[in-house]
């Protein structure tokens, strides 16, 4: 199988503009879970995505949203970018089983300027 | 609400030395607990699990339900093990994954 694939690799955008993050799940993974890494704040919970619903959200401001489509790919959308968003975006994905691990995707370096 | 605590952002010990990273756990019920590795230039992946109860590239760990503790062992560092490792608890059903700040382990030569 594939593993859990994210685009873009990286990213720069300005202050004040906004993003669209992609990752596709392993096939036949239903959740999708974002994270935003960072050195000084390690990994941060940003949401999660099961059959399309928002399952589970981390305490990030609105400006952070984001979608599951039905064949489970999941969209990110990051809006009025500051310069404290710049981090890696890891995307992650877990089988049905509600104690399965997660499979990380490579992730999306954004860097906001 | 359930935590994961790693009190060391960053762990130096030399080669051949025993390693400890440290996990604290808060949660009421009975969680799965893992332990992520995340090499240079290379994507988070899974180290070990509790449940599994088997020794991964010489680490082991073991759930201490109570002192809440997973502390990820290894008797013998390699400079190979250097990395960023993170615990993490999963409570099951609908419950996010919940993952530590992490732990940066340099293996000095």
């Known amino acids: 199988k594939a593993g859990v694939t994210q685009t873009p690799r990286y990213l720069i955008k300005t202050r004040g503009q906004q993003v669209t993050l992609s990752c596709s799940p392993i096939?036949?993974?239903?959740?999708v879970s974002w994270y935003q890494q960072t050195p000084g704040q390690g990994l941060q919970f940003l949401f999660e995505?099961?059959?399309?619903?928002?399952?589970n959200k981390g305490n990030f401001p609105g400006r952070f949203s984001g979608r599951q489509f039905s064949n489970s790919r999941s969209e990110m959308n990051v809006s009025t970018l500051e310069l404290g968003d710049s981090a890696l975006y890891l995307c992650a994905s877990r089988d049905q089983g509600d104690r399965a691990e997660a499979f990380f995707g490579q992730g999306t370096r954004l860097t906001v300027v | 609400a359930q935590r994961v605590t790693q009190p060391e952002k960053l762990l130096s010990v030399f080669k051949g030395a025993p390693v400890e990273l440290k996990c604290n756990y808060s949660?009421?019920?009975?969680?799965?607990l893992f332990w992520y590795v995340q090499y240079s230039r290379q994507r988070l992946q899974l180290l070990l699990r509790h449940i599994s109860r088997e020794s991964i590239k010489g680490f082991t760990a073991d759930l201490n339900k109570g002192e809440t503790s997973f502390h990820l062992k290894k008797p013998f560092a390699q400079e190979e093990d250097s990395a960023m490792y993170y615990c993490a608890l999963n409570s099951g059903g609908y419950q996010k994954v919940t993952f530590g700040t992490g732990t940066k382990l340099q293996v000095i030569p």
């Open positions: 096939s036949g993974h239903r959740s």
């Open positions: 995505y099961f059959s399309e619903t928002q399952r």
């Open positions: 949660y009421s019920g009975s969680p799965e």
